[in-house]
């Protein structure tokens, strides 16, 4: 079965990019030249998801007004002759079919992905969660499509973390069965050091068989007092396989202060018109120091 729908919850508090995200939803912070949910949406796009189902709170408006059209603007900006800002515009509202749902309390993401279940249906789904940021080619999402036309079962994504920062993830334990790719057997949020010896950490790109459904509906809070996702995906294996894929790319945490400066350095120097330019300006600095 074709994946055509992509889940993006962008319901989270964003207490770690306080006070930046008071009143600004995280998933709007820019990165170069647009919002980094705007990367994420691109992402599925180019991956050939067809439909977008936003979870969203209080407060996050902001993020389909953006994917949404603005008739005032774009008329003055054609009564300017800014022609190319005006299709830049029409570009971003015409990119995709987006639903939003709203998560009325910020229960974990088990619980905003459980939010999304009437529109996603019983079908496979993609998650990418709004604040990570994946720069890779192809896109993280659409090598994990190619995975999952073979395996036709639920995929998690992975990547290599330093052993004594496991405690900041959820962590797979798995068996290896082809290149970048595992069986998983057991999954932890957050272990205590000395849980566990993987160093195979979650990151947020999923593709999820709709059964999560019924097993998040019975899924009680975990770390944190939240409803994880990652408890969930250890039911789930206990019924049918899951595969964990080490990507190939490298993933930046934008709702976190350093991750979002790595992935605005690491956008930035790839940017067709202005990256030459900031790879200078960045040796200079360096220079300096
Ligand atoms: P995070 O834990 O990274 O996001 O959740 P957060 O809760 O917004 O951030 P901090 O930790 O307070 O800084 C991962 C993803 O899951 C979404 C978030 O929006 C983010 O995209 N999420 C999390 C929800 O949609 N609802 C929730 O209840 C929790």
Redesign the pocket.
């Known amino acids: 079965m074709n994946v055509r729908k992509a889940v ?11 006070p930046a ?1 008071k009143a600004i ?3 709007m912070l820019t990165v170069v030249d647009r919002p980094t949910i705007q990367y994420i949406v691109e992402e599925a796009v180019a991956a050939g998801i067809e439909q977008v189902i936003f ?3 209080e407060g996050k408006s902001a993020i389909e007004d953006h994917f949404d059209y603005n008739y005032e603007l774009e008329t003055v900006l054609k009564e300017k002759n800014k022609d190319d800002l005006c299709e830049e515009l029409c570009h971003i509202s015409n990119l995709i079919d987006i639903v939003a749902v709203r ?1 009325k ?5 088990g ?3 459980w ?1 999304a279940r009437k529109v996603v249906g019983n079908e496979p789904f993609a998650v990418l ?4 940021m994946v720069l890779s080619d192809p896109p993280c999402i659409r090598q994990m499509l190619e995975l999952f036309d073979d395996v036709q079962e639920s995929i998690i994504a992975v990547q290599r973390v330093p052993l004594d920062q496991t405690n900041q993830y959820g962590i797979v334990e798995g068996t290896k069965k082809r290149d970048r790719t595992f069986r998983v057997e057991h999954l932890f949020e957050k272990p205590a050091a000395g849980t566990t010896t993987s160093d195979m950490a979650i990151i ?1 790109r999923y593709i999820l068989q709709p059964d999560i459904f019924d097993i998040l509906d019975d899924t009680e809070p975990g770390h944190g007092g ?2 994880q996702l990652t408890d969930a995906l250890l039911s789930l294996a206990k019924k049918r396989s899951i595969y964990a894929y080490e990507f190939e790319g490298t993933r930046y ?1 934008a ?2 202060k350093l991750g979002y400066l790595k992935a605005i350095i690491a956008f930035g120097l790839r940017h067709p018109v202005i990256g030459g330019e900031f790879q200078e300006h960045i040796k200079e600095v360096c220079k300096n120091l």
């Open positions: 993006i919850p962008v319901a989270g508090l964003g207490t770690r990019f306080l995200t939803p995280k998933e979870v969203t709170s998560q309390k910020p229960l974990g993401l619980h905003a992905i939010t969660l709004g604040d990570d947020g939240e409803i945490d709702g976190d």
